[in-house]
């Protein structure tokens, strides 16, 4: 089992605010390794098309990756929401 | 002793050539606050009804707010407004950068402008030394030109606000330029001061801001930047910057695409937040006091040349990138840059470019009267047409009006396919699948700008699912791929929008950039806390703050009824194609909002508003809110 440790960003977390459906800043998850970004965001009731960018903590820093990253080992995920531009 | 505040007025009339200052008005603090609270409050009062916006006595007002350099997260912002050559309403529009921080330093809160300089001139403020000064040697130069030989001739301590040609050629989305790459874009801004005769203002402030408790406001303000590095989205945001969201709004079909006739291209890929990183990034740059810097300074290189080049950002890569089917980063990025030197609003300029170019394929505009055989994608047609609006040459003449006028001139059916509301072209958010934000940019009071309203996220929220009506696994069980966009419905959305429209421009008010709270997180009361540190006043956020952004909602919509002769709910209509065409293609295929929703949508939010059926505030309305206008 591996554990992963999720930060929902204000962007995201709004959204969720505002359809009523509040969601914690940290989310921590205890699953088999193997699993997708993509399958992780499903368990957690979070639609793909509101988290248009995921980070991993690095050990100097945080890493863009893809949804369909696999998760082998504990990490730390940042789920970004949609932000509007400039 | 006004606290948290310089203290002063600044007025110039250019035209009897008189500078005079005044104590910052208590009355304005105290209900207004700061920033925009200061820009509705004096333009109302102050701009002569129904004035022409090319006419000097037309008010040009600088203003910043009660947290503005007071080096707190990203309070570095400096607000404008006027009466708009775009619309012939109330228009506001502002910058990052540190040119307010030294305006405020130099000991004025609030500067306004009237009249008219005899010859091109520029302002010269060097703290108490307030001159105006031929700009004879800088008129018809470059923006970035005009603002490294002005620091050269100033000192590099210098803060410059400058013009380009669109600005002197009164273009009516001549934005003001500063800091190499920061702009106030939108409603024509610079062509007002170019009417004005003014290439640029200078400043110099090295004096001190008072404030309540100094202590307690660099302890509150360490917390704060230390607050937001803690948050999850602090590391997000500063890659990619706001170009980050290119392949989003183009996966949830709101990428506006060849002069929005759809909404996602296939090439995002390209011209998105990687790309920028891959192909041109020399550097992150930021604006005053900012933890963030989302600023992308870099190195362009087309068939037309290497240009240096801060962006794009978002809006620029949607608007002159897939609206004019532009699919390479070097060449969205040189538009950009021809954009920064001209003057122009990059978000205007693609809405304006993208609607010649559909004019001209269809033939309402001649291959004679552009000067060239102008496509779709082509770097040189799109410069070729900016520079020509610049210049106000050929048919550049009718577009440096913008589409709703252009579209009168050109005639047939160009009216349906100009995209604006109220005369200010539409940002970078196609909206036909996206009632919320098509209400929010519909009602915005300068017109369809974003930064207004921005509920794009939670229109795609109620639409895909999974935040409460089914889960996920049920989605996907029922076939979801996450491809496809169900229809968004218009019911509903009121709410949000009104929250948003008064969210959104709040900071506005303190001299803050939004992002630190949209995108961050940061808690409301560090803003209450910095206030009263500041001030010594206590702000609730949402008592004091949110009502008075209200209020400037229904003293803006005042404003523009009093300068519009016609003005009410016809004005909020969006564009033909976006209530008659269906999205063609991708993600949100078949989808639009007509006639019927749009009515609907208006009729909520003027109920909620306390507006009558045409959109103005009632006279109950505007008593509840002390508006004696």
Known sequence: MINIKLRLSESLLSLFRDSGTPRNEIVLCRTEPGITVQEI???????????????????????????????REDVVLTLYGPLAGG | MLYGYAGQTLRIDLSSNTIEREPLKPEWVDDYIGGRGFTAKILYDENPPGVDPFDPENRFIIAMGPLSGLFLPASGKTHFATKSPATGGYGDSNMGGHFGVNMKYAGYDVTVIK??????????????????????????????????????????????????????????????????????????????????????????????????????????????????????????????????????CNDVGALPTRNFKTSNCDYADNINGKAILKELKITDKGCFACPIPCGKYGLAKTRLGKVHVEGPEYETLALLGSNCELSDIHAVAHTNYVCDELGIDTCSAGAVVSFALECYEKGYITEQEMGMDVKWGDLESIVHILEMIARRQGIGDVLAQGVRS?????????????????????????????????????????????????????????????????????????????????????????PLVLKSQHLRPAFDILGTCRLQYMEIGLETEYYEEL???????????????????????????????????????????????????????????????????????????????????????????????????
Not at chain 2, 130 to 136: F, K, W
Request: net charge positive.
């Open chain 2, 406 to 494: 252009a579209a009168q001139k050109i005639g047939h059916d160009s009216h349906k396919f100009a995209i604006h509301v109220k005369g200010l072209e539409w940002t970078g958010y196609e909206s036909r699948n996206a009632p919320g934000m098509m209400l929010g940019y519909m009602t915005a009071d300068i017109g369809a700008h974003h930064s207004r309203c921005w509920v794009l996220g939670s229109d795609v929220a109620n639409a895909v699912g999974g935040t409460k009506d089914a889960t996920v696994h049920d989605l996907i069980s029922q076939g979801a791929d996450f491809t496809t966009i169900p229809k968004a419905d218009h019911k509903n959305v009121v």
């Open chain 2, 115 to 248: 009249g008219r300089a005899e010859r091109p001139s520029y302002i010269f403020i060097d703290n108490d030394t307030i001159e105006i000064r031929s700009a004879e040697s800088y008129w018809g130069r470059t923006s970035t030109d005009v603002e490294e030989a002005m620091k050269k001739a100033l000192g590099d301590d210098f803060q410059i606000l400058t013009i380009g040609e669109a600005g002197e050629n009164r273009v009516n989305f001549a934005c003001i330029s500063h800091d190499f790459g920061r702009q106030a874009g939108r409603i024509g801004i610079g062509a007002v001061l170019g009417s004005k005769n003014i290439k640029a203002i200078a400043v110099r402030g090295t004096k001190s801001i008072q404030v309540f408790d100094p202590k307690g406001l660099l302890k509150k303000g360490k917390e704060t930047y230390a607050a937001c590095r803690k948050k999850p989205g602090f590391t997000g945001w500063t890659p990619e910057g706001t170009a980050g969201i290119t392949n989003w």
């Open chain 2, 531 to 629: 206030y009263y540190y500041a001030t010594g006043k206590r702000m609730d956020f949402n008592k004091d703050l949110l009502k008075l952004s209200e209020k400037i909602w229904h003293l803006n919509r005042m404003f523009n009824k009093r300068e519009i002769p016609d003005f009410g709910r016809k004005y909020d209509y969006p564009p033909a194609r976006f209530t008659e065409e269906p999205i063609p293609n991708g993600p949100n295929k078949g989808h639009f909002v007509n006639m019927k929703a749009i009515e609907e949508m208006l009729d909520a939010y003027y109920a909620a508003r306390g507006w009558d059926t045409n959109g103005i505030p009632t006279k109950e309305t505007l008593e509840r809110h002390n508006l004696k206008v």
């Open chain 1, 41 to 71: 965001l499903a368990d957690q009731n979070i639609n793909p098309l509101l988290v248009p960018m995921v980070s991993v903590e690095t050990g100097n820093g945080h890493q863009r990756i893809n949804r369909d990253t696999v998760l």
